[in-house]
């Protein structure tokens, strides 16, 4: 296992120690986490991302979806354990589809937000779309126009009043 110093991040990079302890932890988590389910993360075009998990076995009733300050949380619960037989039901030799509890996490970045979310074949696909409000989305100013809005104009002098 290897560990790495991040601490040379927060000394060098002023305003971003948020991302330097978002890398801290996601090196962390990768240790401490298991690889299921598998998942892809795609990104559709400028705005649209999509996250597809493999959750085979799972039913959309055994699924929880739910985010929360910019944290996308997954977690499969299955009604029944895998060493549960059904009555009347197949008595398997070889159990090869994982059919464990998880819980996935994804960080999501500022104005991220889920659009959607369908399972299908058992892959589930979660719909993210980023949406910056209109104060930062970048404006073009045209040279030699004023906003005429803004300008305050000066309040008449008395000497003006007297005349």
């Known amino acids: 296992m290897r560990t790495y110093d991040f601490s040379p991040l927060y000394r060098s990079f002023v305003g971003f120690d948020r991302m330097a302890s978002l890398i801290d932890s996601a090196s962390q988590a990768i240790d401490a986490s298991t690889s299921y389910p598998p998942y892809n993360v795609a990104k559709i075009d400028?705005?649209?991302?999509?996250?597809?998990?493999?959750?085979?076995?799972?039913?959309?009733?055994?699924?929880?979806?739910?985010?929360?300050?910019?944290?996308?949380?997954?977690?499969?619960?299955?009604?029944?354990?895998?060493?549960?037989?059904?009555?009347?039901?197949?008595?398997?030799?070889?159990?090869?589809?994982?059919?464990?509890?998880?819980?996935?996490?994804?960080?999501?970045?500022?104005?991220?937000?889920?659009?959607?979310?369908?399972?299908?074949?058992?892959?589930?696909?979660?719909?993210?779309?980023?949406?910056?409000?209109e104060a930062l989305k970048p404006r073009k100013i045209a040279i030699g126009s004023k906003d005429d809005g803004k300008l305050i104009a000066p309040k008449p002098s008395r000497k003006a009043k007297a005349a």
């Open 46 to 133: 400028e705005n649209a991302y999509r996250i597809e998990l493999a959750v085979a076995g799972f039913a959309e009733d055994e699924i929880d979806i739910e985010s929360h300050e910019n944290v996308l949380t997954v977690t499969g619960r299955k009604e029944q354990a895998d060493n549960d037989s059904t009555p009347g039901g197949p008595d398997y030799l070889h159990r090869g589809i994982a059919s464990r509890g998880f819980e996935r996490r994804f960080q999501l970045a500022d104005h991220v937000f889920v659009t959607g979310a369908d399972l299908v074949n058992g892959l589930l696909v979660i719909s993210l779309k980023r949406e910056l409000p």
